[in-house]
């Protein structure tokens, strides 16, 4: 969707807007890979046995993708195995409500929860750069 460059190098942003699963049930996948390299990342999404991790996955390779385009159009080599995911949100969208029947003529509510995926790559500063902490 978006991609800017940063003082550290590009940063590439994807948004999966209402997918039709519960928010907090996609923020126990998200919270697994923030801050890992993408690699890593891709491996655990693939070997997590929930059902966001197929669509936090799908996010990820397209913030991969905007970054790799990203620095085709800037004329920037990017070394795609230095990537990180440096943010990953999961928002609430909208609430489908649905009525279900009930004994004696009642209807009970339910609710179908939407999610809005949101992941941030960008490529992480080298080992030797001064950008590390003071001390």
Same mark, same amino acid.
């Given at each position: 969707?978006? +991609?800017?460059?940063?003082?550290?190098?590009?940063?590439?942003? +994807?948004?999966?807007?209402?997918?039709?699963?519960?928010?907090?049930?996609?923020?126990?996948?998200?919270?697994?890979?923030?801050?890992?390299? *993408?690699?890593?990342?891709?491996?655990?999404?693939?070997?997590?046995?929930?059902?966001?991790?197929?669509?936090?996955?799908?996010?990820?390779?397209?913030?991969?993708?905007?970054?790799?385009?990203?620095?085709?159009?800037?004329? *920037?080599?990017?070394?795609?195995?230095?990537?990180?995911?440096?943010?990953?949100?999961?928002?609430?969208?909208? $609430?489908?409500?649905?009525? $279900?029947?009930?004994?004696?003529?009642?209807?009970?509510?339910?609710?179908?929860?939407?999610?809005?995926?949101?992941?941030?790559?960008?490529?992480?500063?080298? +080992?030797?750069?001064?950008?590390?902490?003071?001390?």
């Amino acid at each position: 969707m978006a +991609a800017e460059t940063t003082a550290g190098g590009i940063e590439a942003v +994807a948004v999966a807007r209402y997918v039709r699963l519960s928010p907090r049930k996609a923020r126990l996948v998200a919270d697994l890979i923030r801050g890992r390299q *993408v690699e890593q990342a891709l491996v655990l999404l693939r070997f997590t046995r929930k059902r966001a991790a197929r669509d936090l996955e799908k996010v990820l390779r397209s913030a991969v993708a905007n970054a790799q385009q990203r620095a085709e159009e800037l004329g *920037v080599g990017l070394d795609v195995d230095r990537l990180v995911v440096s943010r990953c949100v999961v928002n609430e969208g909208p $609430r489908l409500k649905r009525w $279900r029947a009930a004994p004696y003529g009642r209807a009970l509510p339910y609710v179908h929860r939407m999610s809005h995926l949101e992941v941030a790559v960008a490529e992480a500063p080298a +080992a030797g750069s001064a950008g590390g902490r003071r001390g």
